[in-house]
């Protein structure tokens, strides 16, 4: 199985800031990777898709970037609406892992 | 386009339990899809897909030979049964529909969504 490692577990930041999100694959998924994003509460929903492509009716200042074993989500001007856990899923290969997610808070 | 989960409950130790998953807004038979887990405060685990006709299903490899994924594409139904369930099978669980993007690569991009309510399933005796 393809593991998913996150980093951080855990981030605290002020609205407005710039927050950045990992995921690390254990081997080369090339663009094969989604963020959920999970709201206290709710299920989660798709954020992005192959690894950049943002679905749509999300707020653009959502971003992903990587390819094979690294990846990037960055939230450009956190909004308090953006707490939650996210999490990346990789899609390469069944069974289709998650990471352990990001709980994201405001400071 | 509507997930709802349903059967969840208090199950014992050893025993079995099936969900439910009623789909509905859209062509179900046209879609994978998938089960996903989420015990009490922790992440999500995926559990199990199923193919459109039902010929083709794919297990959490720590779930084989314990959980039975079907659908009925007559009744627009996902099910999932699991056995000789232990209290670590305590989680919500969830249905989401595969969505698929074909680029001209032999494997599309996949995603789930939407996703189900869920249903909380407790095994405790």
């Known amino acids: 199985d393809i593991q998913m490692t996150q980093s951080p577990p855990s981030l605290s930041a002020s609205v407005g800031d710039r927050v950045t999100i990992t995921c690390r694959a254990s081997q080369n998924i090339r663009k094969y990777l989604n963020w959920y994003q999970q709201q206290p509460g709710k299920a989660p929903k798709v954020l992005i898709f192959g690894a950049s492509t943002l679905q749509g009716g999300d707020p653009t200042r959502f971003s992903g970037s990587g390819s094979g074993t690294d990846f990037t989500l960055t939230i450009n001007g956190l909004q308090p609406e953006d707490v939650a856990t996210y999490f990346c899923q990789q899609s390469y290969s069944t069974p289709r892992t998650f990471g352990q997610g990001t709980k994201v808070e405001i400071k | 386009v509507k997930l709802v989960e349903s059967g969840g409950g208090l199950v014992q130790p050893g025993g079995s339990m099936r969900l439910s998953c009623a789909a509905s807004?859209?062509?179900?038979?046209?879609?994978?899809m998938t089960w996903v887990r989420q015990a009490p405060g922790k992440g999500l685990e995926w559990v199990a897909n199923?193919?459109?006709?039902?010929?083709?299903?794919n297990f959490a490899d720590s779930l084989k030979g314990r959980v039975f994924i079907s659908r009925d594409n007559a009744q627009n139904a996902l099910y999932l049964q699991m056995n000789s369930v232990t209290v670590a099978d305590t989680a919500v669980y969830y249905c989401?529909?595969?969505?698929?993007?074909?680029?001209?690569?032999?494997?599309?991009?996949?995603?789930?969504?939407?996703w189900g309510q869920g249903t909380l399933v407790i095994v405790s005796s």
């Open positions: 989401a529909r595969e969505e698929l993007l074909w680029f001209g690569a032999a494997t599309p991009y996949s995603w789930l969504d939407p």
């Open positions: 807004g859209f062509r179900f038979s046209d879609y994978w």
């Open positions: 199923i193919k459109q006709d039902g010929s083709e299903k």
